[in-house]
């Protein structure tokens, strides 16, 4: 598949890397099945789709014992992202606290390297900003495991470019992870068309920049997650979400809002049928075609679904595709 650069110094990654974390929580969590979930990050290997994104809270750690257990056997083609500075507090709720406290980082750093079986995490996260530590000292603790050779490269998660130049004056940061689809468009900035509701870690209002044009200034990867909505943008979905699935309480999917949503996906059915290709193809193009720094990262659970979102990153979506998809309305609700 297509290749793009993990930030100016990182390394070849496929166009789309593959997120994991719905392999082990957050959807149909009653269906997990560690035996296929392993088939997919085997697929994605095999493909090309080498950079793996998980995280110590996925799951409290199963996330990680679960891309490790594939990653670890196949270590020089996977590129490994993980996440530190969240802690759950109880599974079942998912209910999870913020800690950027430099110890706390320091032991979550060790905790992943055990649960992944390597013996050193290419792309190492700050999952979010600790509000009651100073972002620096968060920063300058992960900058040590990157000197202490433990970790290769430093990202973020959810911030904003303010909150960035801050990070990059310590360590530079190599790639930043944000939620971007064609229905949550906050990280375009203020003149991104219709953005969605923020939920970065600045004052109510505030606008968090153009965090996608901060990245290719700085030689920074921008890594959306939920690039197809939480599945909402494939049209595939129906309305009945298990008790556990994070989209049965998601406001974007609740009866008040998922008409009004439907506006954005009849666009997007519209050039898909246009194009002849699937729905959820256009939505990928749409956000891989928003610049060459950017490495969406879909998850699956599906060898099948894996191959089809493989084939978005050949698709080129001409002038009247992109303008009718960049005009669609903001997504009614709010994202959490």
């Not at 056997?73 to 507090?89: F, P, Q, S």
């Not at 978005?312 to 960049?326: F, Q, S």
């Amino acid at each position: 598949m297509r290749r793009r650069r993990l930030s100016s110094a990182g390394p070849e990654v496929g166009a789309l890397g593959l997120g994991c974390m719905g392999m082990s929580w957050g959807y149909r969590e009653s269906m997990r099945d560690d035996a296929a979930a392993e088939r997919v990050v085997s697929a994605a290997l095999d493909a090309g789709v080498n950079l793996l994104d998980t995280a110590a809270v996925y799951g409290d750690g199963h996330n990680e014992r679960l891309v490790g257990s594939v990653a670890g056997r196949r270590r020089d083609e996977a590129v490994i992202a993980t996440k530190v500075g969240l802690v759950v507090d109880d599974l079942a709720t998912r209910r999870m606290h913020r800690d950027g406290r430099p110890d706390t980082i320091r032991r979550a750093v060790q905790d992943s390297l055990a649960r992944l079986g390597v013996d050193h995490i290419d792309l190492l996260y700050l999952h979010r900003v600790d509000p009651d530590v100073p972002l620096t000292d968060t920063w300058a603790a992960l900058a040590e495991q990157v000197r202490l050779g433990n970790v290769g490269m430093l990202g973020l998660s959810e911030v904003s470019c303010s909150q960035a130049e801050q990070a990059h004056a310590v360590h530079p940061v190599a790639a930043i992870q944000s939620e971007l689809s064609l229905w949550t468009r906050d990280p375009l900035g203020a003149a991104g068309s219709g953005r969605g509701s923020g939920e970065q870690d600045e004052p109510a209002g505030t606008d968090p920049g153009d965090v996608v044009a901060w990245c290719a200034a700085h030689g920074a990867a921008f890594v959306p997650f939920a690039p197809l909505g939480r599945g909402f943008l494939t049209g595939t979905l129906d309305d009945s979400f298990e008790p556990s699935d994070f989209r049965a309480s998601n406001p974007r999917f609740s009866a008040a809002h998922r008409a009004a949503n439907e506006r954005i996906l009849r666009t997007v059915r519209a050039v898909a049928e246009r194009m002849a290709v699937q729905p959820a193809q256009v939505a990928l193009a749409w956000v891989l075609q928003q610049g060459e720094h950017v490495v969406p990262i879909p998850g699956t659970t599906s060898v099948g679904h894996l191959l089809d979102n493989i084939a978005a990153a050949g698709l080129v979506l001409d002038a009247e595709a992109l303008a009718a998809l960049d005009a669609v309305p903001a997504a009614a609700g709010s994202r959490y």
